[in-house]
């Protein structure tokens, strides 16, 4: 498949099951996202199972991506099937355990009564019911005025938009899931509720110490997270616009200009980006999505984002196929007609520690597109040339030969890569010519195509890549 803007979806009851999971590998999920947030450790251990049974049988390379739930704040369980709230009265929250009524509510955060202050805004159910605080006795109750009121129902999200949180982004669960995470070694950890770099740092820290090497994806959906954006993306490995949480914890109509500036500048870091939740919601239900979600998905691709994510339609939707065709043929329509899409020439920092390697890939990627190269080749064993190469969105197919089997399911996040396991590493000029031979052989080339060539030389030294080479498939 040509397709270059890769598919994450999240896999739920609809769709863990060994035989949906290998249909929907097989119409074109790159990246399979597990949701720490729902789901017991026996569910995942027995999904990633399936998952790796699934690459060994069909031989085609899928990442996983372990989202981790990070601080998120619910409210408890609430008498019968909900409680109304009666807009201008007043809701006590709690941090004791009780049964909610309209009157009293129990908060999962501990330190809510001395976090917020008077004033301050409580939203609750994506912004459904907004409440303001009137008072708190600083120790386990808040009082709060119903702005706009509502049905309340139990475990429904609580967003504090102008509150400091003081819990850390790594909770207590958090740290068991990523234990589990870890021992399973999954390719990537997605961080919940990011507020600085020192939250990447820190999670970063636990992974080395646990002797892996999985990398990690900053979760964008706080107000905090956009002050120090350029730093959060420097330290992660890739980011995601999750524009749930974003979108209630900031003005609705931010959320477009915000996405477009995180796309743009992960693109400029060589930092893999996602754009997430609701894309195509609808089709939890609907067996095709509306012209709206349409609109939404073709413009994640045309901004560029690597991969766009479905979080329900796959996970507890009626027709995880369904979605995951309407996603491909979207993506394929937007990636044959928008030439905007192509060759965004990143120029290389002098004096950057990797000076030499980026420009290769700079130039890799200006070349192919003046010659009309239909693909750019790359031996790698960190994949940091596959990143770089990404940033720069040639038009031409990306193909990327590593002898580190698990970065091929790493890099299936990445922006059209296409990865292939290669260790026979005997000069560079066997390797080039025998890398062209199988192109050509499983039909990804054709004689007479022209092929870029990086490489580092000596290639047995595997080091940075210093090497660029033009020819043809003979």
Known sequence: MKRRTKIVATIGPA??????????????????????????????????????????????????????????????????????????????????????????????????????????????DDGKIMLEVVSSNNKDEVILKIIHGGKLSSKKGVNLPNTKISQPSLTKKDRIDLELALEQDVDWIGLSFVRSARDIIELKHHIRKSGKSSKVIAKIEKPEALLDLDDIIKESDAIMVARGDLGVEIPMENVPLVQKQIIEKSIEHAKPVIVATQMMESMIDNISPTRAEVNDVANAVMDGADAVMLSGETSVGKHPRAVIDAMNKIIMRIESEYEELYSKEIVPIKNHKRFVTDSICFDASKLTKRVDAKAIVTLTNSGYTAFKISSQRPKARIFVYSSNKRLLTTLCLVWGVKTFYYDKMVSTDHTIEDIKYMLKKDGYLEQGDLIVNTASMPIEEQGGTNMLKLSAIE
């Open 15 to 124: 769709s863990s099951s060994k035989e949906m999971l290998k249909k929907l590998i097989q119409e074109g999920v790159d990246v399979c996202r597990l949701n720490f947030s729902h789901g017991s450790h026996k569910d995942h251990i027995e999904v990633i199972k399936n998952i790796r049974e699934i690459i060994a049988e069909i031989n085609y390379p899928v990442s996983i991506l372990a989202d981790l739930q990070g601080p998120k704040i619910r409210i408890g369980n609430v008498k019968d099937n909900g409680v109304t709230l009666v807009d201008g009265e007043t809701i006590i929250m709690t941090t004791k355990e009780l049964e909610g009524t309209a009157k009293k509510v129990c908060i999962t955060y501990n330190t809510f009564p001395q976090d917020v202050k008077a004033g301050e805004k409580v939203l609750v």
